[in-house]
């Protein structure tokens, strides 16, 4: 069902803090004219830990009104509160989105069964198809493969943003899992690895500012051109890397705001890159030739 390149987009804020509903729009019709598989509002890099639950639904509505059914929007309503994450996830569909992504629930850390519990809950719901969103790093909690081959057998649950680090795990679930369960790769340093070794794309940071290149190689890796994909990851591979500099969003959307894309604008406790890691970033684009403004 999710195959290709989804990018996880930005939210573009305004000088006086709001939602830039104009930069939000162009950034939905740049990303469909190049190419890219379908978009994500509103997770990690949409800024979701600092958006009211009614910005965040307002945010959904722009981007599927603005996608037109051209792609698939896959809504950023996952929470720590299963009935939390039910309400927002119904009220996603109730705007436009055409499937969700679903934290793993961070802070009160719940056992394997408690996660199994949770998306099974969302899964029964919430009326979309469930991407579970992977990520110990940030939570403190790794789905592990037992669980997620529990979850992949039920119809509502669609696919797994995979972000644990761990290229050993992605490769047993993608090993294990049935075929009607899709593996993404979560982190752009995985998506070449992730897709060579059966999956079926991935949830991009980086392709807010580089959509064709990202589409670019991910295509290749899935039409079995691995000299192709490989040649362009390593080519991308210090923006990837570029981009863990700070904290998510915090690169990407300095690298927008070169590319006069968007204002470097965050919503506290996330701010500026430092002088040093801004410098280091105009290096990286410079060497993959970007038109910095």
Known sequence: MFSGVYTALVTPFSSDGRIDDGRMRALVDAQIDAGIDGLVPVGTTGESPT???????????????QAA?????????????TAEAVDMTLRAKDVGATATLQVTPY???????????????????????????????????????????????????A???????????????????????????????????TVTAGGTGVISVAS???????????SAALTGDTVAARNEHYRLLP??????????????????????MIEEIYRLPLVELAEDQKRRLDEIMTDLQLPLK
């Open 51 to 65: 958006v009211t639950h009614d910005e965040n639904i307002r945010i959904v509505e722009i981007v599927a009104k």
């Open 69 to 81: 059914d051209r792609v698939p929007v896959i809504a950023g309503t996952g929470s720590n509160s």
């Open 107 to 157: 802070y009160n850390k719940p056992n394997q069964e408690g996660l199994y519990r949770h998306f099974i809950e969302i899964a029964e719901a919430a009326e979309l198809p469930v991407i579970v969103y992977n990520i110990p790093g940030r939570t403190g909690r790794n789905i592990e493969n037992d669980t997620m081959l529990r979850l992949a057998v039920h119809p509502g649950i």
């Open 159 to 193: 696919a797994v943003k995979e972000a644990s680090g761990s290229i050993a795990q992605i490769m047993d679930l993608i090993c294990r899992k049935p075929d009607s369960f899709d593996v993404l790769a979560g982190d752009d340093n995985f998506a070449f690895p």
């Open 208 to 218: 807010n500012a580089l959509p064709r290149e990202m589409k670019r190689m991910v």
């Open 239 to 260: 923006f990837f890397q570029g981009l863990f500099l700070d904290t998510n969003p915090i690169p990407i959307k300095y690298a927008m705001a070169r590319l006069g």
